[in-house]
């Protein structure tokens, strides 16, 4: 655990961080978080005196617990509901701030709402009205109850957090925000916080009220990605590239017997197709994208988590905050085109000092983009060696089996679900 913590804050402890009340020492110990991340340590005390933060820190550095802590502390003192609204871009990681808020909050019998979309409506609103202390949402929802509920009001809210603060501004949710913007109190308390923030920083800092303080990871250490992640690269033919990785995973999880792995991949339809081609491969998967319905989505994570089976196939829906500490490899199935995209990607793994590795594929019309990431990330990636002879072996069964599979989905109603959602975004759109 000790790289976690940089020189700065190594020899801190909670006990000195300026206000934090005994019951929040406590409870930190009881939860064995012993000594706070340099984020940590440097944005909670701010935050409790009532600045605007900025938090820029690697993934996995404890963002959450940098504004979990002082809103608990804060609530702790005058509890009332709604007292902070947290925005983040998807569902799977609303539940997993709450689930942070309820592992500290039990002292103050905290009452937390998780407003997402892909769930029963009036449940929600049901929530919504007994006026919880905390409401975890994401964008969508949350504007689709305060356009159609005028009776439920975040005109009181002290604390409003935007985790994964670029994701939420860089555009696809503008409409949504702007709503929610709309019904907030213009005094109040901002908490920004992502991995990869500068792009945006600009237009944040605007955004946010009274002087706001920033803080980054300092600049000695710019590189992009954590220390002890471990960053390959695997140069394929395209029509090799599905039986190499098959031949990654298989010699992967015979080393690593407890390791889970996520492969991304581009398109909810790939990653469906992967998924369904591995299975068929007798080499157990789950996948999640934004095809699949809630209950599904949510089904397939449990599943993963529980180490019920290793491999998640992903689409980007899962490449923000999600924090599974057994996650050992990462596999980029297609490379992303923006290499922050990778960065977050990445992210899954090696997190709180813990180790970890990533496998990035690329073709050779790819390269670019490998240079890209490599110049974001200031790290030049080696050649990871894999079982070439396995995967000339392999690759016919592989190949074959994946056609099947496209086949099977185009005979179901896959594309049809698409349709059907488009369908329905274009009408809650108005067009
Ligand atoms: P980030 O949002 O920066 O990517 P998270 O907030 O998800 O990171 O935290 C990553 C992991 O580190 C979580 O499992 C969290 O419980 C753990 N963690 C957070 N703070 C500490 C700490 N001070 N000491 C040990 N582990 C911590
Ligand atoms: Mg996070």
Same mark, same amino acid.
């Given at each position: 655990?000790?790289?976690?913590?940089?020189?700065?804050?190594?020899?801190?402890?909670?006990?000195?961080?300026?206000?934090?009340?005994?019951?929040?020492?406590?409870?930190?110990?009881?939860?064995?978080?012993?000594?706070?991340?340099?984020?940590?340590?440097?944005? $909670?005390?701010?935050?409790?005196?009532?600045?605007?933060?900025?938090?820029?820190? +690697?993934?996995?550095?404890?963002?959450?617990?940098?504004?979990?802590?002082?809103?608990?502390?804060?609530?702790?003192?005058?509890?009332?509901?709604?007292?902070?609204?947290?925005?983040?871009?998807?569902?799977?990681?609303?539940?997993?701030?709450?689930?942070?808020?309820?592992?500290?909050?039990?002292?103050?019998?905290?009452?937390?709402?998780?407003?997402?979309?892909?769930?029963?409506?009036?449940?929600?609103?049901?929530?919504?009205?007994?006026?919880?202390?905390?409401?975890?949402?994401?964008?969508?929802?949350?504007?689709? $109850?305060?356009?159609?509920?005028?009776?439920?009001?975040?005109?009181?809210?002290?604390?409003?957090?935007?985790?994964?603060?670029?994701?939420?501004?860089?555009?696809?949710?503008?409409?949504?925000?702007?709503?929610?913007?709309?019904?907030?109190?213009?005094?109040?308390?901002?908490?920004?916080?992502?991995?990869?923030?500068?792009?945006?920083?600009? +237009?944040?800092?605007?955004?946010?009220?009274?002087?706001?303080?920033?803080?980054?990871?300092?600049? %000695?250490?710019?590189?992009?990605?954590?220390?002890?992640?471990?960053?390959?690269?695997?140069?394929?033919?395209?029509?090799?590239?599905?039986?190499?990785?098959?031949?990654?995973?298989?010699?992967?999880?015979? +080393?690593?017997?407890?390791?889970?792995?996520?492969?991304?991949?581009?398109?909810?339809?790939?990653?469906?197709?992967?998924?369904?081609?591995?299975?068929?491969?007798?080499?157990?998967?789950?996948?999640?994208?934004?095809?699949?319905?809630?209950?599904?989505?949510?089904?397939?994570?449990?599943?993963?988590?529980?180490?019920?089976?290793?491999?998640? $196939?992903?689409?980007?829906?899962?490449?923000?905050?999600?924090?599974?500490?057994?996650?050992?490899?990462?596999?980029?199935?297609? $490379?992303?085109?923006?290499?922050?995209?990778?960065?977050?990607?990445?992210?899954?793994?090696?997190?709180?000092?813990?180790?970890?590795?990533?496998?990035?594929?690329?073709?050779?019309?790819?390269?670019?983009?490998?240079?890209?990431?490599?110049?974001?990330?200031?790290?030049?990636?080696?050649?990871?060696?894999?079982?070439?002879?396995?995967?000339?072996?392999?690759? %016919?069964?592989?190949?074959?089996?994946?056609?099947?599979?496209?086949?099977?989905?185009?005979?179901?109603?896959?594309?049809?679900?698409?349709?059907?959602?488009?369908? +329905?975004?274009?009408?809650?759109?108005?067009?």
């Amino acid at each position: 655990m000790a790289d976690l913590v940089s020189e700065d804050t190594r020899d801190k402890t909670y006990d000195d961080i300026p206000g934090l009340q005994p019951w929040m020492l406590q409870q930190l110990k009881y939860l064995k978080i012993l000594r706070p991340t340099p984020i940590q340590y440097h944005c $909670i005390p701010p935050a409790i005196e009532g600045r605007d933060i900025i938090g820029a820190a +690697k993934t996995g550095s404890g963002k959450t617990l940098a504004f979990v802590i002082p809103i608990l502390q804060k609530l702790s003192v005058d509890p009332y509901g709604i007292y902070a609204l947290v925005l983040t871009p998807t569902r799977e990681l609303a539940f997993q701030i709450a689930d942070q808020f309820k592992g500290l909050g039990g002292p103050v019998s905290l009452k937390i709402s998780v407003i997402v979309g892909g769930i029963d409506r009036l449940t929600q609103c049901k929530e919504l009205s007994k006026s919880p202390h905390v409401v975890v949402a994401t964008p969508g929802r949350l504007a689709d $109850i305060l356009d159609s509920a005028p009776e439920f009001t975040l005109k009181r809210i002290k604390f409003l957090v935007l985790d994964e603060a670029d994701r939420l501004m860089d555009g696809r949710f503008d409409d949504q925000i702007q709503t929610i913007w709309s019904s907030l109190p213009e005094r109040r308390q901002t908490l920004l916080f992502s991995a990869t923030i500068t792009d945006r920083l600009q +237009k944040m800092k605007d955004l946010a009220s009274s002087e706001v303080f920033l803080w980054q990871t300092s600049a %000695k250490n710019d590189q992009a990605t954590v220390q002890q992640l471990d960053e390959r690269y695997c140069l394929v033919s395209p029509v090799s590239k599905d039986a190499t990785m098959v031949a990654l995973l298989l010699e992967f999880s015979e +080393k690593n017997p407890k390791g889970l792995i996520i492969v991304f991949t581009d398109t909810c339809k790939s990653t469906q197709i992967l998924s369904m081609m591995l299975n068929n491969l007798g080499v157990q998967s789950v996948c999640i994208h934004s095809m699949l319905t809630q209950k599904e989505r949510l089904a397939a994570l449990a599943r993963f988590k529980s180490s019920q089976v290793k491999i998640l $196939i992903a689409t980007d829906l899962a490449s923000r905050g999600l924090d599974i500490p057994l996650v050992q490899l990462i596999v980029n199935h297609k $490379i992303p085109n923006s290499p922050s995209v990778y960065i977050h990607r990445v992210g899954r793994t090696a997190r709180a000092g813990r180790s970890g590795q990533a496998v990035t594929f690329v073709t050779p019309h790819e390269l670019k983009l490998l240079l890209a990431v490599e110049g974001k990330t200031k790290r030049k990636m080696s050649e990871v060696k894999v079982d070439e002879a396995m995967a000339q072996r392999i690759m %016919k069964q592989v190949n074959v089996t994946k056609r099947e599979q496209e086949i099977k989905l185009d005979e179901t109603d896959f594309d049809e679900r698409r349709n059907i959602n488009k369908r +329905k975004r274009l009408i809650m759109e108005g067009r």
